[in-house]
């Protein structure tokens, strides 16, 4: 039975099972809800599988077609795409019974098949060792993610959808100049294989300027986050919060990747780690005061989402002198973000059904009338801010502690300021939801499903604090960092 | 033999700067109908290009799908944009965005001539002769189950790809469909010319399809292009004032949109229970799953791409919701 | 064949300054199918390094592969453009479009 | 020391009620505030020092009793079964509901979180999640002034917080472990008075000392909010706890330090005794007076200790029981001001019944007060008009935010790539 389990191929699950569920969905309308929880729940059990198997095996490396590296494409897990599997898992198993509840059967027809797809792809982006087929899943990632954005429709959505799609083409795009100047110089799309030809020439500085500046944009790294505030701000709660928790991170995450593995070691890594932790400081600030000035709570949150990838690339400074524990709390951060983010994201959603608008300085009365939703919003706010014992705050330990380590006051004073920012636009939104309207408004029914989903996203962003180290201990199988690490 | 040359290399030249020059104008020609059209016939050229770079697979793909049918995406989306600005009352002309930010006018030209110069510098920097991954192809092309080495890379070596791809399409149609239907109905009644030009030509592109489908296995051709090829058919027939109504929602018609991707996935899981490997054909059995998977991608790929051209979501839907 | 290589930077160029200059949503994914096809170019004129007359094939599929998926984006897009014509008479981002 | 068979206690005593403030248990449950106290009954009830290792949690954190903290344990459960007794025979309905009951369930978690919290972050977790819940205990009644109360505890919470967790972060990155008994004595010389005013001042806000007081005072002029009251003695017991516990007393002088910190506390003192001969007709207003002057002994015991390492030694002991001597005498007086008076209005019998010299201080003291109010009132609504101008003029937004639109931004992302480029070669 053991041999079995861990035998199976989770990997092929993992990929095909939404895919198929997605067209399932299509097929049969009438069950598409069914469908598709059915496929998100047994996608999440197939991480688990996944994770059992590697945790035991070390890393899993399959060559699709049995053709092998250069020729066919590999597929590839290691600690870092589990937890990045892992996090979609849990997102994904948040939004998909929240929007069982959210989306009305007409919505619900459109919502499910394309959901399913872009979990689809997201598995296949964090599985794969191949940078054309990243191309090909960013841009099934990409689609699907801008066509469950504009699923709102009204102009504010469209715009952003609109918006979302210009910037994601174009990133793709430069992504896919770089893949082919990288196939060019040396002969093959293998991340690996890459990793053993490469070496420093004009080739990989012009495919590093193509590569970083298409994920940067897709990532929506400051000054490239234009796109994101309207696109988050105006898709359906549950959508929002895919985008922001998953959607963005997947582009991190080949960022990171190929940084590792390609990059890292044959750029000049001081100059081209300042820069990213110029830009992730200056994404910090910002997007802190513009959420700040926010009278709307999703736009609130986008651009809270803007200041926390801002989090995630000060670890390339970091990482320059203390690659692993650098890059442990960078993904720790990714992971208690995306769970706090999502569960925040569908709490607004709560608010924003039950009083019809979500105007920041209206929220009155939510506290009494819908505690789960505000007690979820404070959970996932406690992760944001970094205050302990949440995820956030082992995250931002661990980088602090990195930066006090090396001396380097102005990241932790950054650091320091963006958490104080964060308390403030979040006890904002808090203060508002305790006080009374003189005139209550007109509200509506929230299913206890939606409820529910938010909070337990929340409650898991907190409890990931209390994980730190067997989190971290998965985080390494397969030393993803460990190229990078230069003895200090 | 050295006329010969030179011929072929002021071809190159021509061709070339023919390309660059007329991706110039349609990008910044006043009117965009005409951008259309230069755009159509930009995507010629660069099949030509595609004959000449010794890509001919390529070249179909282009001809078929770069040019033909982007074009008639392109030209149906604009004459619903002309009803839809008459119907507001808005008209547009060129505009430049950046009417705010004048200091960029100076700073972009000079970032992209920087640009340029420098991913030429990179081209030039390649070494003269690599073979890529040349020899690991010949190498397995017994192994393929097809002779056309193309085919074999498309649906065997990368066959992964290949089955994403046939969800990125299979999304982008659900995306149409998601936003609902777009204004109102633009119907005119095809001329005289266009009527007899689609009973002739209906037939001869299912033939020509299924001729690219099957000739796929060993010579250019294969399943983008024949499908390409159908939707244009069904492209013409759609122009005719064909409309397929309540057939989009039936079950069969979805079936066959998903027959393509679905087909490919299930092959995929079910070679990973039998062999233990994802898309791994067995030898003896590739071409005949290849020719398989390739005859529904084909149907899907038509449909879906008359479907985008359509770009209407079925009507049923609108009963659903 | 560098030639064809060049020519291909010069097209990803050109269409990137038509993206930036223009405000129209169509010209817009005009200039997104030029880039790509310029990068498709550079793709397929290095596959020609062999030194035989058989060029690398690998790219020639990848092609084909990005054309299919320019097509796909470019559905998507004008859909979304007509869709948001529809709703503000104008084929083009406002600039003040948040409220 | 007993770790497996009383260890598990420590954190039944910690969890039990952090798993009831979910409502869906606790509302389930007859007595939910009296069935959570129960296992850290049993804790103080059981014999022996013992601890319990978290390997696996949050850094190795610990859980531990000891004797000292069996007095403080003890004490802290009577305060909260007189705080459950207290609400459930309140007549209000708003203290009694579900989200009350969550509030109060989550303070009383964080509050034996932090008694029996063997090291800094443990320390440092659950007193922040008694001061989160302890504001939303506060802020339950929608009143103005309690409201106005919450949100200067809160922002005092908040600050507090940022300047533990620094010195949280300085004890760490000189420290291999966070214990408490290794932590405040191995402090390097260069950094350990940068973490001693950290700590001070982070405590001295969650604690309302002077100048700090702002919250503590606000909070008792509210009106009919006993639990509250009540419980003000406990965030404020667990900061002069904590200050106690993460100070490195007793090992090397601090002596400039501690002699501020000594003055500050006298200051404390004095300026409660001042407002207590003026304030005699309020009496609950006297229970804050005598908080502040409590503190402020409190306070400069700490600095003596600071200065003076080898006093310290000699008198370290009596300082436990003085934290529960002064919680316990200030919950009773609380229950016995709070059952027979009435809430009395302190503005309109404040200028009645007053001797002159008391007449002549009072003066004095408005005088102060309107021209400090005034000039803070001023101040706050130029700095409010001058964040409206900014807010106003967005030009300096223009270049990241929208404004600028498309063309703008992929101009960026040309730079940004070329830069990278650039700056790889």
């Not at chain 1, 077609?65 to 892992?86: E, F, K, Q, V």
């Not at chain 4, 803070?376 to 600028?404: D, G, H, M």
């Amino acid at each position: 039975m053991e041999v079995v389990f861990k035998e199976f191929p989770w990997v092929a699950v993992l990929i095909l099972l939404p895919l198929l569920g997605g067209i399932v969905c299509f097929l049969f309308s009438g069950i598409a809800k069914f469908t598709g929880l059915m496929t998100v729940f047994f996608t999440a059990l197939s991480v688990l599988g996944l994770g059992w198997q590697i945790f035991d095996n070390g890393v899993y490396r399959h060559a699709v077609g049995g053709w092998g590296a250069p020729l066919g494409i590999d597929l590839y897990a290691d600690g870092l795409s589990l937890l990045m599997l892992a996090a979609t898992a849990f997102v994904a198993l948040g939004v998909s019974v929240y929007s069982a509840g959210y989306f009305e059967r007409g919505y619900s027809t459109r919502f499910w098949p394309i959901w399913l797809f872009l979990l689809g792809a997201l598995n296949a982006l964090f599985l794969t060792a191949d940078i054309f087929n990243l191309y090909v899943t960013l841009e099934l990632m990409g689609l699907a993610a801008v066509a469950l954005a504009g699923l709102a429709g009204g102009k504010n959505a469209l715009t952003g959808a609109m918006r979302y799609l210009l910037a994601t083409l174009l990133g793709s795009l430069v992504y896919l100049l770089g893949v082919a100047l990288l196939y060019h110089g040396f002969g093959t799309v293998d991340i690996t294989l890459l990793a053993q030809r490469a070496e420093a020439s004009p080739v990989i500085w012009a495919a590093f300027g193509l590569i970083a500046a298409g994920l940067m944009l897709k990532t929506a790294l400051f000054p490239l986050h234009f796109w994101l505030p309207p696109a988050h701000g105006s898709a359906p709660p549950p959508v929002s919060a895919l985008l922001s928790a998953l959607v963005v991170k997947a582009s991190f995450y080949i960022l990171l990747r190929l940084w590792l593995e390609i990059f890292g070691p044959l750029v000049s890594n001081t100059d081209v780690s300042t820069l990213f932790g110029l830009l992730g400081a200056a994404a910090i600030l910002w997007g802190s005061v513009q959420a700040l000035r926010q009278t709307r709570l999703k736009l609130m949150i986008a651009y809270s989402t803007v200041a926390q990838i801002g989090y995630l690339f000060l670890a390339f400074p970091l990482a320059t002198a203390a690659g692993v524990a650098a890059w442990s709390a960078a993904m720790y951060l990714a992971f208690s973000h995306a769970l706090a983010k999502a569960a925040m994201f569908l709490a607004a959603g709560n608010m924003l059904r039950f009083g019809g608008h979500d105007r920041i300085s209206d929220l009155d009365r939510v506290v009494q009338r819908l505690p789960l939703a505000a007690a979820a919003f404070a959970l996932a706010g406690m992760s944001i801010m970094g205050l302990p014992p949440s995820g956030g705050f082992i995250g931002k330990w661990l980088m602090l502690e990195v930066a006090i380590k090396q001396g380097r006051w102005e990241i932790v004073i950054v650091m320091i300021l963006g958490g104080l920012l964060a308390a403030a636009y979040i006890f904002k939104v808090l203060g508002h939801t305790f006080t009374q309207a003189p005139s209550p408004h007109e509200s509506k029914a929230v299913p206890a499903s939606m409820e529910w989903s938010a909070l337990l996203l929340a409650i898991a962003a907190v409890l990931l604090g209390f994980l730190a180290i067997p989190v971290l201990s998965l985080l390494n199988i397969g030393n993803p960092f460990g190229i990078s690490e230069v003895t200090p | 033999m050295e006329t010969l040359t030179l011929l072929a290399l002021s071809f190159d030249a021509l061709l070339n700067l023919s390309l660059l020059y007329l991706a110039w104008i349609l990008l910044n020609c006043e009117d965009l109908l005409k951008a259309i059209v230069l755009f159509v016939a930009f995507g010629l050229l660069m099949a030509l290009a595609w004959v000449r770079l010794d890509a001919p697979d390529v070249a179909l793909a282009e001809a078929a799908i770069g040019a033909g049918l982007t074009g008639a995406l392109l030209l149906t989306a604009l004459a619903k944009l002309r009803v839809i600005e008459t119907n507001k009352g808005t008209t547009q002309q060129l505009k430049q965005d950046s009417e705010n930010f004048q200091t960029l006018h100076y700073m972009t030209p000079l970032a992209l001539l920087l640009v340029a110069i420098g991913l030429g510098y990179v081209v030039f920097s390649m070494p003269p002769i690599s073979a890529g991954l040349s020899n690991d192809v010949a190498t397995n092309m017994g192994n393929s189950g097809v002779s056309h080495s193309v085919t074999a890379v498309l649906l065997n070596f990368r066959g992964y790809d290949t089955l994403l791809e046939m969800f990125v399409l299979l999304v982008s149609l659900l995306g149409v469909w998601s936003f609902g239907s777009t204004t109102s109905q633009h119907e005119t009644t095809p001329g005289p010319v266009l009527d007899t030009l689609t009973r002739r030509l209906v037939p001869v592109l299912i033939l020509v399809a299924a001729y690219l489908l099957w000739v796929g296995a060993h010579a250019p051709g294969g399943a983008f292009q024949a499908g390409s090829v159908l939707a244009a058919a069904g492209v013409l027939l759609l122009l005719m004032g064909w409309r397929p109504g309540g057939y989009l929602s039936t079950l069969p018609f979805r079936l066959i949109l998903v027959a393509g991707p679905g087909l490919f996935a299930i092959t995929a899981a079910l070679l990973y229970l039998l062999k233990g490997q994802l898309l791994a054909f067995p030898v003896e059995y590739a071409g005949i799953i290849i020719f398989a998977l390739e005859t529904t991608a084909t149907l899907s790929i038509a449909v879906i791409l008359a479907a985008l051209f359509l770009s209407e979501p079925p009507h049923s839907d609108k009963e659903h919701i | 064949m560098y030639f064809y290589a060049l020519i291909g930077v010069g097209l990803f160029s050109v269409g990137l300054y038509a993206l930036i200059n223009y405000a129209h949503l169509l010209r817009k994914i005009l200039a997104l199918n030029v880039m790509g096809s310029g990068i498709f170019l550079i793709l397929i004129a290095l596959a020609k390094r062999t030194g035989e007359t058989q060029p690398d094939v690998v790219p020639h599929a990848m092609v084909i592969t990005g054309i299919v998926v320019a097509v796909s984006a470019t559905a998507l897009a004008l859909t979304l453009m007509l869709k948001l014509a529809a709703e503000t008479g104008r084929a083009e981002l406002s600039e003040k479009d948040r409220d | 020391m007993n770790v497996t068979t009383f260890g598990i206690m420590l954190w039944v005593a910690v969890i039990f009620p952090l798993l009831l403030a979910i409502p869906a248990l606790h509302s389930r449950l007859p007595w939910p505030r009296y069935i959570a106290i129960i296992p850290a009954i049993i804790v103080t009830l059981l014999p022996g020092e013992f601890f319990l290792a978290l390997p696996w949690i949050i850094f190795e954190s610990e859980l531990a009793i000891n004797g000292e903290m069996r007095w403080i344990l003890t004490m802290t459960v009577m305060i909260w079964l007189i705080a459950a007794t207290s609400t459930a025979f309140s007549k209000n309905d708003i203290s009694n509901d579900r989200t009350a009951t969550t509030f109060f369930l989550l303070t009383l978690a964080g509050n034996m979180g932090t008694v029996l919290a063997n090291d800094l972050v443990a320390f440092f977790c659950f007193s922040t999640l008694m001061g989160y819940g302890f504001y939303g205990m506060l802020i339950q009644n929608s009143n103005a002034e309690t409201h106005r109360a919450a949100r200067y505890y809160l922002w005092c919470l908040i600050a507090a917080d940022l300047l533990l967790f620094e010195a949280l972060l300085l004890a760490g990155f000189e420290n291999n472990g966070l214990h408490f008994e290794i932590v405040p004595t191995t402090m390097a010389e260069a950094s350990s008075s940068l973490y001693l005013w950290a700590v001070f001042i982070g405590f001295a806000l969650k604690a309302g000392i002077w100048p700090a007081h702002l919250w503590l005072c606000t909070a008792f002029k509210s009106p009919n909010l006993l639990p509250v009251l009540l419980l003000s003695g406990v965030p404020v017991a667990m900061a002069l706890l904590g200050a106690k516990r993460w100070l490195p007393f007793g090992e090397s002088a601090f002596f400039d330090s501690g002699i501020l910190i000594l003055m500050l506390g006298m200051v404390a003192m004095l300026y409660a005794l001042l407002k207590f001969a003026t304030h005699l007709s309020s009496k609950l207003m006297l229970l804050a007076w005598i908080t502040i002057l409590m503190t402020g002994l409190f306070v400069t015991a700490l600095g003596y200790g600071l200065a003076y390492p080898s006093e310290w030694v000699r008198y370290q002991h009596y300082l436990q029981p003085f934290i529960v001597i002064f919680v316990v005498c200030l919950t009773t007086a609380t229950l016995i001001f709070a059952r027979s008076h009435a809430v009395p209005q302190i503005s309109s019998l404040e200028l009645q019944s007053k001797s002159k010299l008391n007449l002549n201080i009072i003066k004095i003291q408005h005088w102060v007060n309107n021209k400090y109010l005034q000039l803070k009132l001023s101040s706050r609504t130029s700095w409010v008009k001058t964040a409206k101008r900014y807010q106003r003029i967005l030009f300096w937004q223009k270049p990241f935010e929208l404004t600028i639109g498309w063309s703008g931004r992929i101009t960026m992302l040309v730079v940004l790539g070329l830069s990278l480029a650039w700056l790889a070669s």
